[in-house]
Every structure is written in C-alpha cells, then in structure tokens.
C-alpha cells in the first residue's frame, strides 16, 4: 500500500491510494478474482486496476473520508490484506505542517497524534515523529533506522545462528569478516546514528553466542576495536536515545565484554594481549598472584598515595595471602568514557542508605569503570584489591562518593564488598574484596544520611563506654569476690560476661559479609549471646522478686528460697535455653534469609530477628512486672513511710534508674526504634543502653561502699 503508513490530508486535498503485489509469481496460479479497495468495509467504486496493482483517487478529501482503507485479492486462497488508517483534517483542527527535517519528508498530521514515515536514504525501517496537542513537531526518532551494512551484517549472523553448527571454519571466517565489517562501519571519529548503535549491541552478542556455541576463535584484536568505536564519546547523544527508548544501556558492553573474556579465559591457547584504544584498554597477561599482585594500567607508585599532582584511575590488586599452586591468567579493562552511558540505579536491598529525594542534585557516575578477572575463582581477597579512581566532574559539596561495583544479576550497581578508603573533591579510593567491575557512584547528601552517621558514632561511643564500664565492673568483683561471693553476683557475673562477648563481636565482625559461611556463624552467636545476657537480666530480676517482694509478703518462702544455692538452676537456663532458640532459629531459616545482605544479624525481611525480638519483649515485660512490684514494696517500708512526698518520689525514681538498664527494660527502645523514621527512639535507645554497664557499675559501688566501712571497722 502506499502510502504505507497510516496519514493525514486536509479537507479539500487529493487523496491517493496505490495497492501493489509485490511478489506476482504468487498469483500464477490464480485465474480468477482481482485486487480489491475497500474502506470500512465498503469496496471503493472508480477503482483503477490493472493485474497486479490497483488505484483509487479522490480530487477533493472531505471528512466523511476519514477512516480505514483496507487492499486485498478476492481470489487467493488464504486471506492477505494490508490497511492504512486515513484523518481528514478539519480546518478548525490543530496541526502540524508539512516539512522536510533529517532527510525524511514529515507530512501534516493532526495534532495528538505520531507520524510513521520510511526512513531516510540507505536505512531501512521506520521513522516516528510525534505532533504536540499545541500542534508543534517534537524532534523526530530513528531508533528503528538501520544502516543497510548493519542489517545485511545483522541478518548473516541470524542465518548462522538458524542453521547450527555445520562448519566451524565456515562459521569462524564469516563471523570474523562481520567483526571487520563492524569495525570498518563503526568509526572513534564519527556518530552512530541511534538506531546503527543499537543494532551494534544486537551484533555484538549474537558474535559472542556464536563463539560460545562453536568454539571459533575470533580476531579479538578487531572485536576490541569495534568497543572503542561503539562506546566513543562522539555516541553519546544515540546512547541516550538508545536508553530512553530500548532496555539497552552501557551495561549491555560490559556484559558481552565479560562474556568474552570468560571464554577467552576458558582456552588452552591463551595468549598474553594488550589492546589501547581512545576509549578503550585491555591487558591480558599471567602472573602469580601470592608473589607479585597485579597492577593496571602501569601508573607511578606514588600515585596510589595521591602524591603525584597527576592523578589517574588504575587498580592494584596487592600480594595475596591465598597460596596457588601456578602463574594464573588475568584480564584487566579500563573503560575511559563509558561512565555517560552507564545507569545509575543503585540496588536498594544492597544499601539501606536514605537518598534525599527533594534535591535537585541526582545520582551519576563520575570516574572511568575498571575491571578485573582471573582464570581462576581466587575468592574473598585478602588483602583487598585497591582502586584509584580520577573524578570526571568536581562534584559539589552536597554530593558524596560511593564506591560501587556492577551486579549484573540485577542489573544495578551494588555497595556489597567496597567501601571508600579516602576520598575528596578530586579523587576516589576504594578497597573491594571481589572482583568484577567498579566505578564511582555520586549521590546527594541528606538529613537522613547525616543523622545515621551520627548515630553511628553515638553507638561506637556508647559500646566502648559500655565494654569499659562492664570489664571495671568484672574488675571490683573478682579484687572483692571472697567478701560479696552470692548467687546474685554470680549472676551478674554472667551478665557482665555475656554483655562484653556479645559487644566485642557485634561491634568488630557485623559487617563481615564476604563469606556467607562465617557471615552464619558470628549470626548465630551474636544472637545466642546476646539472649543469654537477657536471660542473666531475667535470673537477675527473678532474683531480686524471691530476695525482696517475697521477702516482704512471705517470709517463709523467702527463707526456703534462700536456705540453699539454686544458682546451678539459674546458670542451666540462662545459657541452655538460648541455645534451643538460637538453633530453632537457625535451623528455621536456613537458606530462607536467616542474615541481612548487609550485616551479619538477623533479617526482619524473612522474620528471623522475631525469633530475638520475642523473648526480648517477654522477659522484658516479666521484669517491668518485677520492678513494680519492688518499688511498692520500697514505698510500703517503714522508712518510707516516714518520709516525705519528695523524699518518696526521689527515692522511687532513683529505684528505677538503677533497675531499668540493669533489667534490660531499656532495650524496649530498641524495638520501638526497629522503624528506620523513629530516630527519636533510636537515639533514646543508643543513650539508656550506653549508660547499663554504668549502672551495673553503681550496684557494684554500692556493695564496695559497704565493704569499706567493714574493714574500717576492723
């Protein structure tokens, strides 16, 4: 049909319509029928035929001629049509005139609609241009314009790919003189339009599938070039076209890269390569990584400590402590201008960092992207593998660094396994305990970011308080044990043991992510530490309820209760029980999530951290009980009850200061704060329980002040 797009025409202009067979040995076989013109369903009177095309013309449009023109042949066996949607604009309607732009003829069309025309000379495929309800053109798309050299390269890989492997040399000569088709196509110095760039990415993996699935050894040298061309900075403006209009982005290079030197890694015959380019740098070599690391590209020493005032992006993989057995192939890639092209999608479930969503400043990359693969899985690198990386932009001060690597399994970039060593205006440092591909990631500070840092030094400030005032407490027990020894020290004892194991390790190996294995273990014995010291908190408070409150209303309980040590039953619960919670949890949620991705503790996601936050609530609960019932039994003294209302409320809530942290109430703030937006709660929580070790430390004083007056007596 031609025209072959759907089309508007002013009232009163001439409407043409050609219907064509293009193939007409289809109809040898065909004696009766003819080519038919109908609109709406309505055959067209005045056709003009002739045996294998057939026209229709009016002189003069009118609105009742708006609608679908449809051409067939009545007399082929198996019903072919194509169609064309007419609108016959109306002279009060909005528009777009008639204009010549980019080589392709742009026809008036109504207003609110998008125009279809062919693609300019030597591209096939369809151009799209998009009239404003205002009736101005918005600029026109070629994204589905290709090249004829691009499809002609495109479709030869296609029909290798549809016949199999028949010939591995046939297969390995054509597939190589597509890569020099590409390469002599594709060019550092000039633009690829947007629709060439996109079918380049199509070509690229169908060579990779073909190496993978034959076997073939391709000219790499060439397949290099044909990268530095695609992703030369004269591509930018089709990048973005290709990014805003397909699913295709820089990632796309990165993967097909990847794939490739997975296989080239694979081979036997592997041999030592360096490819430079203007966008684009490759080495291939072998080393032995427990003697000499690896460093690339080649870079002044002093550069790594910022030093030299000409600063560069490189990556330094140091001597490993993992002993091999022989030299190892590796293949290092630096991509000088991809960091434009690359998305900037960070993956959430990866940082639980708060993004300021009001600021104008956006999330970019902003250094080169370095790469680094080995022959061999060589696992969690210890030490890690450093990063320098040159800033692009001088960012702004409301923007900060973050050090990232490429997870193609979500196609997004992931903080997990780096962190920033240095960084300022100019220059980046990272260290990685992993190896695939890295850059920088720009992002906006916020008032969210700025409160969890502060937060986080309030809480190493609060544990080393915490740590100090525990052992000092340990300390003043063990100097005075042969003079307080009792069952109710030696629970708190324990209590100040569990504490500190338990800070020690949350505090030093939380963030150890690297190896899920280890990351299991330091879970699970944070969690059962850390229900031990609340059960010691639960047998503290049982024990406090049996030695006063029963005391007071029962005496002859009281004197049963404490006729014998029954410490031995308090030690047997209060370290035995945690372990059948500790292993249901584990046994529970093993592979389900047990562990945050980020931290090695429980994960609120899959429900585990409940498994704590339960009999965290109930022995707090049984203790709040225990501690009402003490201060009544304090307000219902004869020494209160000669005292005056302030003396009693003073007195009441020195009890509770002293009896809140000490039983582990305090931590119901936690819970309260397990909602990142409760920053009250979080920082309330971080203070009380900076300040139970103090506390613990206070009951000591007291039992010391007696002592003292003891031997001072003596």
Known sequence: MNPKYNFSILMSDEINLQCTVRNPESLLDVTNGSLVL??????????????????????????????RYTCTHSGYHVPVSVSVYVTVIKPEQKKCESEWSEGVLWNAILAGTTKLEPCPAK???????????????????????VSETFTNVSLLLDVLIEDG???????????????????????????LGAGDLSSSLDI??????????????????????????????????????????????????????????????????????????????????????????????????????????????????????????????YVAIIYKTISDILPFDLDKDQSKRSLDHTSREKEFVNSPVVSLT??????????????????????????????????????????????VSQSDHKRTVCQCNHLTNFAILMRPYSLATEDKQSLKTMSLVGVILSISFTVLTCVIYILTWRYIKSDQNIIMMNLCGSLILSYVIFS?????????????????IIHYLFLVTFFSMLGMGVYYFMSITVTYYVMYVANNFKARSRVHWFLLAIWGIPIILTTATLGAFWGKGYHLESFCWLSPDSGSLYMFIVPVCLISVVNVVIIVTLVRVLC?????????????????????????????????????????KAD???????????????????????????????????
């Open 38 to 67: 109908t609109k709406d369903g309505t055959v067209l009177p005045e056709v003009s035929s002739l045996n294998f095309s057939t026209t229709w013309k009016k002189y003069s449009a009118v609105e009742a001629d708006s609608g």
């Open 123 to 145: 591209q096939k495929g369809t151009a799209k241009r998009y009239c404003e309800p205002i009736g101005v053109w918005k600029s026109p798309s070629f994204i589905n314009c």
């Open 165 to 191: 492997i028949q010939d591995t040399k046939n297969v390995q000569s054509k597939v190589n003189n597509a890569l020099q088709m590409m390469r002599n196509i594709t060019s550092p110095t000039s633009e």
């Open 204 to 329: 690229l993996e169908k060579i990779v599938d073909l190496i993978n699935s034959t076997g073939s050894t391709i000219e790499t040298e060439v397949f290099y070039g044909v990268i530095d061309n695609v992703v030369s900075a004269n591509n930018s403006e089709s990048w973005k076209t290709v990014s805003d209009k397909t699913e295709k982005d820089g990632s796309s290079i990165l993967k097909n890269v990847d794939r490739l030197i997975e296989i080239v890694l694979q081979r036997d015959d592997i041999t030592p390569t360096h490819f430079r380019g203007s966008n684009y740098e490759l080495t291939i070599n072998q080393t032995r990584i427990d003697e000499t690391g690896i460093r690339f590209p080649d870079v002044p020493a002093n550069n790594m400590s910022g030093s030299s005032e000409q600063i560069s992006t490189f990556l330094e993989l140091p001597k490993q402590e993992k002993k091999v057995k022989n030299d190892i192939y």
């Open 374 to 419: 080995t022959q061999n899985d060589v696992g969690l690198l210890v030490p890690p593998l450093n990063l320098s990386f040159e800033h692009i932009q001088n960012e702004s001060s409301k923007m900060y660094a973050v050090c990232v690597s490429w997870n193609f399994t979500v196609s997004k970039w992931t903080e997990r396994g780096c962190k």
């Open 508 to 524: 030093s190996a939380v963030e150890q992510t690297g190896h899920e294995g280890i990351c299991i273990a330091i879970t699970a």
């Open 636 to 676: 219902g003294s004869k020494a209160m009850a000669k005292s005056s209302l302030k003396e009693k409320a003073l007195s009441a809530l020195r009890s509770l200061g002293t009896l809140l942290p000490v039983l582990g109430v305090t931590w119901l703030f936690g819970i309260l704060a397990v909602n990142e």
């Open 680 to 714: 009250v709660f979080q920082y309330i929580f971080v203070i009380a329980n900076s300040l139970q070790a103090r506390f613990l430390l206070f009951c000591v004083n007291t039992t010391v002040q007696i002592l003292y007056l003891f031997f001072l007596f003596q």
